[in-house]
């Protein structure tokens, strides 16, 4: 069984920052992507960071120069460092991985998505 395990989400001040973490776990021998989304109330999801597995970056318009995705490759984590964070951050982030696994003997390749971590900026 593969899974996508996020953690560091929680209540900040405008201003301040938060670290997300996402670990995958599983037969995992590969993983290409790895990104992560965010969903606000009553918004659909977004890309917010994503980033190859040779450390190519990409990210959206509202968090250039605010955040930076990293990820280690040799525990299969990616990392969100969200600074200057604003109330409009709010919102739950969800890490994905596009990721081949063995199961049961044989070579599977998905889209994992995480279970959401929820970010609060709110004074």
């Known amino acids: 069984q593969v899974q996508l395990v996020e953690s560091g989400g929680g209540l900040v001040q405008p201003g301040g920052s938060l670290r997300l973490s996402c670990a995958a776990s599983g037969s995992i021998f590969i993983i290409n992507a790895m990104g992560w989304y965010r969903q606000a109330p009553g918004k659909q999801r977004e890309l917010v960071a994503a980033?190859?597995?040779?450390?190519?970056?990409n990210y959206a318009d509202s968090v250039k120069g605010r955040f930076i995705i990293s990820r280690d490759n040799a525990k299969n984590t990616v990392y969100l460092q969200m600074n200057s964070l604003k109330p409009e951050d709010t919102a739950v982030y969800y890490c994905n991985a596009d990721l081949g696994y063995s199961d049961s003997g044989a070579l599977r390749y998905h889209e994992v998505w995480g279970q959401g971590t929820l970010v609060t900026v709110s004074s």
């Open positions: 980033i190859t597995s040779g450390g190519s970056t």
